[in-house]
């Protein structure tokens, strides 16, 4: 079983950033895909990013490109997401999850954390 918590929400002014963390509990970190999705007031959670056990392909939703950029710490346990250029419509609760696969399949995702809430004001 893996324990994730996110933290790093809040708010912000279109055009800025943030660097939301995911931290795992367990041994078996690396051994997951990671993935952001998000999820707006009256929306289906959406995928946002994923990235591979080695951090060394990632994947993302074209709604974030070049704008976001996920990276991971095995060492540390930890997946990041750093958003840049912010805009309203970034408004959500940004989930981490730990899957098998590289997709933006929801369901493939087998743990979640609670998700940390961005607001980006206009």
């Known amino acids: 079983q893996v324990q994730l918590v996110e933290s790093g929400g809040g708010l912000v002014q279109a055009g800025g950033s943030l660097r939301l963390s995911c931290v795992a509990s367990?041994?078996?970190?690396?051994?997951?895909?990671m993935g952001w999705f998000r999820q707006a007031p009256g929306k289906e959670r959406e995928f946002v990013a994923a990235?591979?056990?080695?951090?060394?392909?990632?994947y993302y939703a074209d709604s974030v490109k070049p704008r976001f950029t996920i990276s991971r710490d095995n060492a540390k346990n930890t997946v990041y997401l750093q958003m840049n250029s912010l805009k309203p419509e970034d408004t959500a609760v940004y989930y981490c999850?730990?899957?098998?696969?590289?997709?933006?399949?929801?369901?493939?995702?087998?743990?979640w954390g609670q998700g940390t809430q961005v607001t980006v004001s206009s």
């Open positions: 990235i591979n056990r080695s951090g060394g392909t990632t």
């Open positions: 999850g730990a899957g098998r696969e590289l997709v933006s399949i929801r369901r493939t995702y087998d743990y």
């Open positions: 367990g041994r078996t970190f690396s051994t997951y895909v």
